[in-house]
C-alpha cells in the first residue's frame, strides 16, 4: 500500500533583499499510516518551511513553492485547488506549533478555537461542537473541561495551552499531525508530559505524526524512524536505532555528539556542530555541509550526494561516502 | 475591571480640579484686563474710576486666592459664573454654541470609522495592490491637506456645482438649527464641515487600520486559523479585526476629543458658531470665565472620551477584561 505522505523533491524559495533563500531544497521523505517520524536538524535547517510548505502556508510574498510533490492519501496536495486544501488543512492534517503563547488567539474562548474548526469541517452545530470540544479536552488529559471551555488562552499555562493545541488539532479526527518542536517552549517535565500524551493519542487514534525537533533526545524516545535534515533537504534517513547506533552521515554524527546521553560514558565534553550553518542565498551544485565536514573530499565540491541506500535495510544517507565511513564514523558517535 | 472603572471615575475628580487651577492661573499670567477691553472698545480713553467701577462690578478686585476658591467653590455646585464679557452665563454661553460642534466632531467621527476601517482593513489584506495603492493615496493626501484649504475647496465645489445644476449658487446655512427641529437644515449644515474634517479623521484612521492589521496578519495565531483550515472571511472578521482594533480605537477617542476643542480652523471657513470660535473670542476678550468653563468642557470630554476607550477595550480584551 502505498505511504500516507510521500514528499518529493519539495522546494521553497523566500525571495529576500539579501537574494533568494533557499530553504527547501529537495526534501523528500515518506510517512506511513500511523507511523511516528521525527525530522531532525539545527535552527535554520527548514524544518519549519518544510512543514509549512506541506500545507501550502507559506506567505507568499516572500515565500514560494517552487516544485516537487506532495502525495497524500494519494491526491498531489501541490495541484489541488485552494478550496480543497482548506478541507485538508484542520480537517486531514492537524497542526501542532512551537509557541503555545502566541498560537491561540487571545481573544477568542479556548471553546470557540476548538468548535469553528469542528463547524467549518463537520458542518456540525453550535451544541454538536461544544459536545465535541468537551470531549477532546477531556482526552488531552484537562480536568473540567466544561470550564475551561469559556476560558481565555491567558488564563492557562502554557503546557496547557498546548493540550488545547493538540485537541484543535485532532478535533476532525486526522489522518496526520504535524508537530512543529511542540515542546520546545516549555519546561522539561511538561515537555515530557506532552510528548507522552502525543504518542499516547495518536497510538490509540491511529494517527500519523511528524514531530519536528532539534533535540535528537526527543527523537530516540518517541519516533519509529528519524531524518535527519540539513540545507533545506534529509541528509539521513533510518529508524531511531539505526541513526543512533550507525549513523552514516557527518552531519548526523556531529549532531548526535552534541546531545547529552545516557546511554554512553560520559564524554569529556559536548560538542557543538563545528562551524556556521550555510548561507542558504549561496548554496551551489555541491553538497551544502563540505566546508563543515572533516571527511569531505573532492567530489563533494562537483555534485551534491543523493539519499542512497546503506546494507542496511530502510537506512539512507546522503554522502559519497557512505560505505567506506561507516565503520570510522560509529567509533567517533 | 469594575473596580477599576470606579477607580478611573474617582481620578476624574482631581484630574478636573487640575485643569481648572491650571486654566485659572495662567489665564491671568496673560497680560490684558477684560475691563480695558470692555471699555476702550471705541478708541475711548478709559479713566481709572471707571476701569476700578468695573472691576468691583465682576468681582477682579479681591485678591486672587479668594477669587480662585470662589471659581472652585462655584463648580462644586455645577456653576460656571457669569461670561465677564457678555455679562450672560458661561453655562448659557457654552450651551448655545455646543451642540454644533458636538453633532460636527461626533459625524466626522461615525463618517470616518465607516470609510476607514473597511478601507484600511481591506488595504492590508491586499497589501500592494491597486486597491492599497488607491486607499494609501488618499490617506496621504488626507494629511497632507490642510483643513482651512480643503474647507475653502469644497466650498468653491458646492458653489460651482450647485451654480451648474440648479443655476443657481447654494451656500450651506449659517444659523445652527437643532438637528430634531428641522433635520433637513441641519444636516444641510453640518455636512459640508463633517466631511472635511471627516476626511483628514478617516486618513489618519485608514492609515492606523492598515498598519495595525498588517501586523496582527504577521501573528502566529493567524497561522494557527489557516492551519485549521477557516476560510479567510473567518480569519479576518473574527481573527483578525477585533485585534487589529485595540490601537485604532485609541486614536479614534483622541481623535474626537480633539474635534470637541480644535475645530477652531473648518469653523472659520465655514462661518459656524461653534465651540472653537468661542473659545478664541473668550481668550482674546479676557474673559476669564468663559474660558475656564470651555477648557473644563473640553477636559472632560476628553476624560470621558478615554474611559469609554478603557471601556471598549475591555469589551475587545479579555486579557483587560479579567484583569
Ligand atoms: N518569511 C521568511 N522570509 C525569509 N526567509 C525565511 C522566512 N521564513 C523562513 N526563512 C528562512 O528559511 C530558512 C529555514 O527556516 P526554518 O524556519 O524552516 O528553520 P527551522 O529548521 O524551522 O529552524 P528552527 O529550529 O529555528 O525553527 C531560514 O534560513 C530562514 O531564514
Ligand atoms: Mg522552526
Known amino acids: 500500500m502505498a505511504p500516507l505522505l510521500e514528499v518529493r523533491n519539495l ?28 525530522i531532525v536538524g539545527e535552527s535554520g535547517s527548514g524544518k519549519s518551511v518544510g512543514a509549512l510548505s506541506v500545507m501550502r502556508l507559506i506567505p507568499n510574498p516572500p515565500g514560494r513553492i517552487t516544485g516537487g510533490e506532495v502525495l497524500f492519501a494519494g491526491r498531489d496536495l501541490m495541484k489541488l485547488p485552494e478550496e480543497a486544501m482548506r478541507e485538508v488543512r484542520g480537517g486531514d492534517i ?66 496547557m495551552r498546548q493540550r488545547v493545541m493538540i485537541a484543535i488539532a485532532l478535533a476532525c479526527e486526522p489522518k496526520l499531525i504535524i508537530a512543529d518542536e511542540p515542546t520546545t517552549a516549555l519546561d522539561v517535565t511538561i515537555q515530557a508530559q506532552i510528548l507522552a500524551l502525543m504518542q499516547n493519542l495518536t497510538r490509540r487514534l491511529d494517527v500519523a505524526l511528524i514531530i519536528i525537533t532539534h533535540n535528537l533526545g526527543v527523537v530516540a524516545r518517541y519516533a519509529q524512524r528519524v531524518n535527519v535534515m540539513y540545507a533545506g533537504r534529509i541528509v539521513e534517513s533510518g529508524t531511531a536505532e539505526q541513526i543512533y547506533h550507525n549513523p552514516r552521515h557527518p552531519y548526523t554524527v556531529a549532531l548526535l555528539r552534541s546531545v547529552p546521553r545516557l546511554d554512553r560514558p560520559r564524554q569529556a565534553r559536548l560538542d557543538p556542530v563545528e562551524g556556521q550553518p550555510p548561507d542558504l542565498t549561496r548554496l551551489d551544485e555541491g553538497c551544502a555541509f563540505r566546508s563543515r565536514c572533516r571527511f569531505a573530499v573532492a567530489s563533494c565540491a562537483r555534485s551534491a550526494p543523493p539519499l542512497d541506500p546503506t546494507e542496511e535495510k530502510g537506512h539512507l544517507s546522503a554522502c559519497f561516502r557512505n560505505h567506506e565511513l561507516g565503520v570510522a564514523m560509529a567509533s567517533v558517535a | 475591571m469594575y473596580r477599576y472603572l470606579v477607580k478611573r471615575l474617582l481620578l476624574v475628580i482631581p484630574t478636573l480640579f487640575g485643569a481648572a487651577a491650571l486654566v485659572f492661573f495662567l489665564m491671568r499670567l496673560i497680560p490684558g484686563d477684560v475691563c480695558l477691553v470692555r471699555l476702550g472698545a471705541g478708541g475711548a480713553t478709559v479713566t481709572a474710576q471707571a476701569l476700578h467701577t468695573c472691576h468691583v462690578k465682576l468681582g477682579l478686585d479681591k485678591p486672587l486666592w479668594l ?59 491586499k497589501q500592494n495592490s491597486w486597491t492599497d495603492f488607491f486607499v494609501r493615496t488618499f490617506a496621504i493626501s488626507g494629511i497632507a491637506m490642510p483643513s482651512f484649504w480643503l474647507g475653502i475647496m469644497t466650498l468653491i465645489g458646492v458653489l460651482n456645482l450647485s451654480q451648474y445644476l440648479t443655476g443657481r449658487e447654494w451656500m450651506p446655512p449659517i444659523s445652527y438649527i437643532p438637528l ?63 485585534n487589529s482594533m485595540l490601537p485604532v480605537v485609541t486614536v479614534i477617542g483622541i481623535q474626537f476629543a480633539f474635534l470637541i476643542g480644535g475645530l477652531v480652523v473648518t469653523e472659520q471657513v465655514f462661518n459656524i458658531n461653534g465651540l472653537g470660535r468661542l473659545l478664541v473670542e473668550a481668550v482674546q476678550n479676557e474673559d476669564y470665565t468663559l474660558t475656564q468653563g470651555i477648557v473644563l468642557l473640553v477636559v472632560t470630554v476628553f476624560i470621558l472620551t478615554n474611559l469609554i476607550i478603557d471601556i471598549v477595550y475591555a469589551w475587545l480584551d479579555p486579557r483587560i477584561r479579567y484583569a
Open chain 2, 67 to 125: 477669587q480662585f476658591v470662589l471659581f472652585i467653590w462655584g463648580l462644586f455646585h455645577f456653576n460656571l459664573g457669569i461670561s465677564l464679557w457678555s455679562g450672560y452665563p458661561v453655562s448659557y454661553e457654552i450651551a448655545t454654541r455646543f451642540p454644533i460642534t458636538l453633532e460636527i466632531a461626533i459625524f466626522a467621527t461615525v463618517l470616518s470609522i465607516m470609510i476607514a476601517v473597511p478601507a484600511g482593513t481591506i488595504s492590508a489584506i
Open chain 1, 11 to 38: 522546494r521553497t524559495d523566500f525571495r529576500t533583499g539579501a537574494g533568494v533563500v533557499r530553504a527547501v531544497d529537495g526534501l523528500s521523505y515518506t510517512v506511513e499510516r500511523g507511523e511516528t517520524i521525527a
Open chain 1, 94 to 159: 492537524g497542526m501542532v506549533f512551537q509557541e503555545p503563547m502566541t498560537s491561540l488567539n487571545p481573544v477568542l474562548t479556548i471553546g470557540r478555537q476548538i468548535t469553528e474548526t469542528i463547524e467549518q469541517h463537520r458542518g456540525a452545530d453550535r451544541v454538536a461542537a461544544d459536545r465535541r470540544a468537551v470531549e477532546l479536552l477531556r482526552l488531552v488529559g484537562m480536568a473540567d473541561p466544561a470550564r475551561r471551555l469559556k476560558q481565555y488562552p491567558h488564563q492557562l499555562s502554557g503546557g
Open chain 2, 180 to 242: 430634531l427641529q428641522h433635520p433637513l437644515e441641519n444636516l444641510s449644515a453640518v455636512f459640508l464641515p463633517a466631511i472635511t474634517v471627516g476626511y483628514q479623521f478617516s486618513a489618519v484612521v485608514m492609515r492606523m487600520t492598515r498598519s495595525a492589521m498588517l501586523e496582527v496578519l504577521r501573528e502566529d495565531y493567524i497561522r494557527t486559523a489557516r492551519a485549521k483550515g477557516l476560510i479567510e472571511r473567518i480569519i479576518i472578521n473574527r481573527h483578525a479585526l477585533k
